[in-house]
């Protein structure tokens, strides 16, 4: 029974992590970089709406449009400021770019935020639990699970069916090829960077209601996206929601065997489907 | 045609062996400073105070470190930001060497590179297979993996950390001389190492590989087997600062074993000081010593700044100040190049 328990909070834990984990799937898959400062924007986003919150009063929905919002200005920003500047078939630079900025980010957040803990009161909803059988699940992660859910499917249905999901193709393919049918690389660029850091503001949200966000977090978000990512298959939209619904699982089980073990668990599994099947779950050889 | 002119060529005429230029008068200058540098470190113990011996110590690991990464990042296309995993693992293996095991401390520092050695292996087994930035941060959950291990490994007295009690049984003096001339060691096998491989064949597949690895494996380098080699090598080197980092230092935790500013010191003085080359990793270390020193004290803010300059070199200056102090004058401190020589008739 406490394991098939670990087994869906496990699930229940991969939905946020499949917040984060979209995000860095798109940007991959588009623009061949890794924004290394992905977990520090979440957290800046959980921070701001904890912030307006707290000054204004709102409710946790209402900060969930405003993050969204604001994620996806910052992410054009981001685009138009930096990554277009870096992207390219060398990685060294944009790594090394949004690594500094990284940096830069955490310990700015430091200085206006401090070091402390801090969460986003929910209200009601964020302790309600309903009873299956003798668990009880809690109704929040189940309303995390559904969103990852619903994001997946409408971000993977947007790049299968739209046209803005064929130009993305497109210049994922061959960027000069794509250019030269009409397609404008930066705007898609700017779009897809816009709508994985606007993610990020679902994944702030539920963070800082579920737990507790400081501004040294951010690291930690980025490698358990990064490894939702590989688990899955580089390039796949629904692989890297399977691949953060196994390092939940992962953790949570790892978790209950021995407290100390839990989060070393889920990097012990990324290790072990790096050794055996290295182009993730989904992914094709 | 083509081929009997080819075969022809050498019979006909007896070509003069080319005559190429490696070293420039710079080079010969910056050389016999190195050596002098390397004997005073050396003679610390005889005239310097302790707070001396431990900032140089301390300059000297931070110009290993770099130096380690700039052969990954500058030459050999591996980005790491997980270097902290060879650091902690070499610097743990000392200390069980020589407080657990009894060993020679100063024996031990030199010992305790095989574990960083061993380490290198199956993580680079697993994490060549990801592609760039992947790769990147891959060695960072190895890191990870390594402190959240070790933080549970009760051998090591798990998250409470270790004190290296055995070098009580030394002087202060002899701990100043082992630990010298250990650091002098580190720099000639760091520094002195690079350059050497750099002016070898080896750098000349390195600086192919650098260029492009397609071309440099369409011209005979074996580009997997350089890298491998490349990447174990600077574990190894980076293992070896870090033990002597933590032999003065005298007590290891996890955390600051395995302390991802390892990561961030070393990008940070090799981008500033300029990718790819020996001099520049001497002048970032320069640069952020100082800077650390008089700056350190703004805590944050001062991070925020040199995070922001990272990201300022990354996205205007990739050369990094020593590329922009070619751009001026041509005086290598560590002439790398070949210079072919025309014959005057």
Known sequence: MQWFDGLVQGVLLGGL????????????????????????????????????AARFGLGPWSV???????????????????????????????LIATFGLSIALQNAMLEIWSADTRSLDGGAIAQASFQVGPMFVGVLPVIVLVTATVLTGGLDTAVRYTRFGRALRAAAADVDAAAMTGINPKSVYAAATAIAVAILGFAAVFQSVRATVSPADGPFQLIYAFEAVIIGGMGSIWGAFLGAMVLGVSQSVGFRINPGFGVLAGHLVFLIVLAVRPQGILGKE | ???????????????????????????????????????????????????????????????????????????????????????????????????????????????????????AVPTY?????????????????VAEVMRLATSTFGYVNAGAGMSLRVMTSYSAEQRAIGVSLLTALMLLVTVGGSFLLLRSRYGLALVALRDSPVAAASQGVNVGRMRFLVWISAAIGTGFAGAIYFMAHLRITPPA??????????????????????????????????????FGQFGAAYLVVLGLLTLFMALFARGGVWGLICRVVDAPWFPTRRKLLEDQP
């Open chain 1, 64 to 94: 969930l449009v405003i993050l969204v919002a604001l994620g996806a200005a910052i992410g054009l920003v981001l685009q138009r400021v930096i990554l277009n500047r870096v992207v390219g078939s060398d990685p060294l630079p944009s």
């Open chain 2, 125 to 141: 087994g697993l994490l060549h297979r990801l592609d760039g930035p992947y790769f990147a941060i891959g060695t960072w959950v």
């Open chain 2, 257 to 294: 074993a395995y302390d991802p500013k390892w990561a961030n010191v070393a990008i940070f003085i090799v981008m500033v000081g300029g990718l790819g080359s020996l001099e520049g990793v001497l002048i970032g270390t320069l640069i952020y010593f100082f800077a650390d020193r008089w």
């Open chain 2, 1 to 119: 045609m083509v081929k009997e002119a080819s075969i022809g060529a050498p019979l006909d005429v007896s070509e003069p062996a080319p005559r190429v230029q490696r070293q420039t008068l710079s080079g010969m200058i910056a050389m016999g400073i190195s050596l002098c540098v390397l004997v005073v470190i050396s003679s610390m113990p005889w005239w310097a105070d302790q707070g001396l011996i431990r900032s140089v110590v301390e300059i000297s690991c931070y110009v290993a470190v770099a130096q380690m990464w700039n052969l990954l990042a500058g030459y050999s296309g591996l980005v790491s930001v997980g270097q902290q995993a060879f650091i902690g693992v070499a610097a743990y293996a000392m200390f069980v060497l020589a407080q657990l095991w009894g060993l020679n401390p100063f024996l031990a520092v030199l010992l305790c590179l095989v574990a960083p050695a061993v380490l």
């Open chain 1, 17 to 52: 992590y499949a917040q984060y984990a979209l995000g860095m799937a798109l940007m991959f898959g588009v623009m061949r970089i890794v924004n290394v400062t992905h977990g520090d924007l979440m957290i800046l986003l959980a921070l701001v709406g904890i912030s307006m």
